[in-house]
């Protein structure tokens, strides 16, 4: 352990008493000579009392979401026992109740309670529970209480704390041999073989599969040696049965289960496997019958238990602009920005915003005026944050860390980047988004020409502020308007190509048209379900190296069991009452055994029901699986 | 429930029971705070602070009740937002505040208070994984093994490695903000 680790090590033993009496002792006596210690010592304090107390606050927060529920709960059982009257009048004196209870221990705050606000609050109140009892008389009382739920959940999306669900998903996935899923050792199993194509991978190229995936290449895609004849294979997947006798599902990393609308894995190769080149994208186009709207590229990997498991594809780059709002302005737009970091395998944790904006940087430096400093005080780097809100704005301009820089460095570019122009939010599903930036700003010594006398810098920013306030403020048609600019120029230079066939029109409506930065696995998703009202599905079984899968049949999912407990397979959640197929294979005395049937999800612990698999039984099946509409 | 039994339950480290009775309280403290100029989401956070002194207070054995929790919880709310008023240059009201025994105490805490909103700054910036695992071991007490297990890491060595690096990698970043603030 490195020294400091070692430290860190000693001073947590002496915090949590687990010193002996010498040892305490001559820690002790090395903290009244050690003043680097002492420090050290507080510190390490504090932060444990800062980790205590945002434990609390988030145990606070999760009280004031139970509590939440819990009254939604009884305004919704109230409503339909009673009438909305009578449970006005229930609630009402319930808050009376604890109202005069603290009244009589503090008489001087008589006045302050006995306001307004209740009442109008619990008119808020009575309203809600109305519109509950309304809804019940459509006699669809269980979806009601979804309904109810589902929006009060969202509305608290804010507030619940996310860790502890993914903390659960994560210890769900904890790797788990029993869950090893291959398929039985059968020849019958249909293979689906890789297509193969020869391009040239100096042009761009559209490829397209057996099964009407389409998917465009351009130039110079991959990370080729000196040749430009790569050779792709591509496999499809579309037909249920394809998916689950490749050993297929449709789930992600943290168990969630997606909705598919094709799968496909492609590869290239030149002797050795290709990858596609830094900041390079090919377009893929999966053929659908009926359209599902929020499909999403998403990426597979293969996990422990041997399956592909995917993760929704992250935004690497994201177009920002500045709004042009005056027209002294003279930035250029299209910047690429914001990438999310994720590091190596050592650098794992450091997940944090960091910019490959060089426009912003320039607009920073370029503005930046600074008192004067020695040469020698023009060093180190500074990390600044800032918020753009939906409005463009910027706000809460911080400094996040540095090193080593002179700390008036820090106020100046502070000063600088609180008078950035509006820039256009990130967008996301038709909405603008608040979004964080962090630049980081090395000092060296061009910084010189920069610097201001006393007068001079406060006039300079003077007029900065002033310029800035002349310019108007963003809106959201400022935003659509420079999008709408974007995709004209989109649109022309499509037009300048070549104008679309009539065929390639008529395709593109029935394509879901999604990017991949990867080869490999991909796959077209969406998340199907809203979040409430689903349990787990259970199926009872002492064997445990069995293949099962659950095939939905509401929405085009598979998925396979995130653990065995008590010789239960469970299965992710699922809405109840779920219609699906619980398919199962193993082997037993070299014979193989086939489980398939259809069942509703209704909470209660199935059984697998096995029968000798056959080529006919296999047969059956897959008709029965492309039989599944959804 | 009975007071008694709140403050048993916060003791014994059932405090998800306890909190959901605490947090009835808020109604009140929210109107009391918005009736002195306050927002609701002022309201909740000066609410929250006072759940987490009197958390604090309730479970030191020494500690006894000598007014109902509600009254005390909402006290300190009161004295938390007057003393937020003050800093912000604005009159409470004109009344005095009521003579509760432990005010002198409850400025000292106030300023502690203060004084973790920047360390609790510091921790969500080391990262969703290290916070994870500080949380697990100081504030739920988990086992180094169980932690291990429950964030996914090879052993229990790695895990304490792991949380010392997570130690370090705060204490830095505390010194960074400490030299700007400074």
Redesign the interface.
């Known amino acids: 352990?490195r020294k400091?680790?070692q430290e860190?090590?000693i001073i947590?033993n002496y915090l949590l008493g687990k010193m002996s009496a010498n040892e305490k002792a001559d820690f002790e006596k090395q903290l009244e000579t050690d003043a680097s210690l002492k420090q050290?010592l507080e510190?390490?304090k504090?932060?444990?009392?800062?980790?205590?107390?945002?434990?609390?606050?988030n145990?606070?927060l999760?009280?004031?979401r139970?509590?939440f529920m819990?009254k939604v709960w009884t305004w919704f059982g109230a409503a339909v026992l009673l009438t909305a009257i009578a449970f006005g009048i229930y609630y009402n004196s319930e808050?009376e109740e604890?109202?005069e209870?603290?009244e009589k221990?503090?008489n001087?705050?008589r006045a302050?309670?006995k306001?307004k606000?209740?009442k109008n609050?619990d008119k808020g109140l009575r309203t809600k529970v109305d519109s509950v009892v309304i809804m019940s008389d459509s006699r669809n009382e269980e979806k009601v209480r979804d309904e109810g739920l589902t929006t009060k959940e969202d509305s608290l999306v804010m507030l619940s704390d996310s860790?502890s669900e993914k903390?659960k998903a994560?210890?769900a996935l904890?790797s788990n041999g029993a869950l090893e899923k291959s398929l039985p050792d059968f020849a019958e199993f249909p293979v689906k073989g890789f297509q193969t194509f020869k391009i040239n991978s100096s042009k761009a190229n559209t490829i397209t599969g057996n099964e009407r995936t389409i998917i465009e290449i351009p130039a110079n895609a991959f990370e080729t040696k000196s040749e430009a004849m790569v050779e792709l294979k591509l496999q499809e997947f579309y037909k249920l049965s394809d998916m689950v006798f490749a050993n297929l599902t449709t789930q992600t990393k943290d168990g969630q289960l997606i909705e598919t609308g094709g799968m496909v894995n492609i590869e290239a190769y030149q002797g050795a496997k290709l990858k596609l080149a830094e900041g390079k994208s090919i377009t893929l186009k999966f053929p659908f019958e009926e359209k599902k709207e929020g499909m999403k590229t998403f990426l597979g990997d293969k996990d422990e238990r041997g399956i592909v498991v995917w993760k929704e594809q992250e935004i690497q780059y994201q177009k920002v602009e500045y709004i042009h709002t005056t027209a002294k302005d003279t930035f250029s737009s299209d910047i690429q920005f914001i990438s999310i970091r994720i590091g190596d395998e050592s650098d794992?944790?450091?997940?944090?915003f960091a910019t490959r904006d060089e426009d912003v940087k320039e607009y920073l430096i370029d503005h930046l005026r600074l008192p004067k400093l020695s040469l020698k005080e023009l060093k180190g780097f500074i990390y600044i944050s800032f918020v753009v809100q939906s409005d463009g704005k910027i706000s809460a301009t911080e400094?996040?860390?540095?090193g080593n820089a002179p700390?008036i460095a820090?106020e100046y570019l502070k000063k600088t980047a609180a008078e950035l122009p509006p820039i256009v939010p990130y967008r996301k599903n038709d909405k603008y988004l608040i979004t964080q930036f962090e630049i980081r700003v090395d000092l060296n010594k061009n910084f010189e020409s920069k610097m201001l006398g006393g007068e001079d810098l406060q006039e300079y920013y003077d007029n900065l502020r002033r310029e800035r306030s002349k310019m108007k403020e963003a809106s959201k048609e400022d935003f659509d308007k420079k999008l709408e600019v974007r995709n004209d120029q989109i649109a022309t230079s499509l037009e300048e190509g070549g104008l679309l066939t009539e065929d390639q029109l008529r395709s593109q409506t029935s394509q879901y048209i999604l990017n991949s930065t990867n080869l490999g696995w991909i796959n077209c998703d969406r998340y199907p379900f809203a979040k409430n009202g689903k349990s787990s599905f259970n199926v009872f079984e002492r064997d445990k190296g069995i293949n099962c899968s659950l095939i939905l049949h509401s929405v085009r999912g598979i998925v396979s069991p995130t653990y065995i407990k008590q010789g239960n397979y469970i299965f992710p959640q699922l809405p109840n009452k779920e219609l699906v197929s619980v398919l199962a294979f193993k082997t037993e005395d070299k014979k193989n055994y086939v489980s398939y049937y259809q069942t509703s999800h209704n909470k209660e612990s199935h059984e697998f029901e096995f029968e000798p698999l056959t080529k006919e039984k296999l047969q059956q099946i897959t008709i029965e699986l492309n039989a599944i509409r959804n | 429930m009975n007071d008694q039994r709140i403050i048993q339950q916060l003791r014994t480290g059932k405090r998800e029971k306890a909190f959901i009775q605490l947090y009835k309280g808020f109604p009140i403290v929210k109107k009391l705070i918005e009736s002195k100029g306050g927002t609701s989401v002022e309201a909740e956070d000066v609410f929250q602070e006072a759940l987490i002194i009197f958390y604090k207070k309730a479970i030191q054995p020494e500690f006894e009740l000598t007014a109902s929790i509600s009254t005390y919880v909402y006290s300190v709310a009161r004295f938390l937002w007057k003393d937020e008023m003050k800093k912000k240059g604005l009159k409470y009201g004109t009344e005095e505040v009521g003579n509760i025994k432990f005010e002198s105490e409850l400025e000292e805490i106030a300023q502690k208070e203060k004084k973790f909103q920047v360390v609790e700054e510091v921790l969500k910036s080391i990262g969703e994984k290290c916070l994870e695992i500080l949380q697990l071991f100081y504030y739920r007490g988990l086992s180094m093994k169980e932690i291990a297990r429950q964030v996914d890491l090879k052993s229990e060595k790695v895990a304490k490695n792991q949380k010392y690096k997570c130690l370090e990698r705060a204490r830095k970043r505390a010194l960074e903000k400490q030299t700007i603030n400074a």
Do not use: H, P, T
């Not at chain 1, 794992?348 to 944090?352: A, D, F, H, T």
């Open positions: 352990m400091e680790l860190i090590e947590e050290n510190m390490q504090s932060l444990i009392d800062g980790l205590q107390r945002m434990g609390l606050k145990d606070l999760s009280a004031k139970s509590l819990r808050k604890l109202v209870k603290v221990e503090i001087d705050e302050e309670i306001d606000g209740v609050k860790r903390m994560q210890v904890r794992r944790m450091e997940k944090m400094v996040n860390s540095a700390v820090y």
